[in-house]
Each structure stands twice: as C-alpha cells, then as structure tokens.
C-alpha cells in the first residue's frame, strides 16, 4: 500500500473515532427526548429531537448540511 493511502486510511479512521466520540453521547440518549435538552451544541440538539420523536421535518432546521443529511437518513428509516 503507498505512503499517501495508508495516511488516507488513517486520517478517516481518527475522524470517525472523532465522531463517535463525540457524538456516541448524544446517540445514547437519543430515545428520551428530555435528555436532548441537555446538549449544548444547537444542533447536536436539534438532531437528537428528532431522533427521539421520530419528525424528519426538524432536521430541517439543522444549519450543519454533513448533520442535516445524517438526520433525514436516519430519521426516515
């Protein structure tokens, strides 16, 4: 494997341990909708709302377009 895949490979596993790290949280609590209110950040929020009641139309309101997607994707399953 080259020098610059092996570093491509890399770079995406950090960024999705990341992710999971910071959002695993959120997930968690994402079937009591009473501890979404705790999130600071206003997406991270309005993302874990809509998980937990199920509404694809609030992830609409997501500013963010990577967590937007993530939403409606989820949210319509």
Do not use: H
């Not at 979404?36 to 709302?49: E, S, W």
């Not at 937990?52 to 967590?67: F, V």
Request: glycine share 2%; with cysteine.
């Amino acid at each position: 494997m080259k020098q610059k895949t092996r570093r491509l490979l890399l770079s995406c596993l950090l960024l999705f341990a990341l992710c999971v790290s910071f959002f695993g949280p959120i997930f968690a609590f994402a079937g009591d909708s009473s501890a979404c209110y705790n999130v600071a950040d206003a997406d991270a929020r309005t993302y874990c709302l809509a998980r937990a009641k199920r509404e694809p139309s609030q992830c609409y309101s997501i500013q963010r377009p990577d967590m937007r997607s993530q939403c409606l994707a989820e949210v319509r399953r």
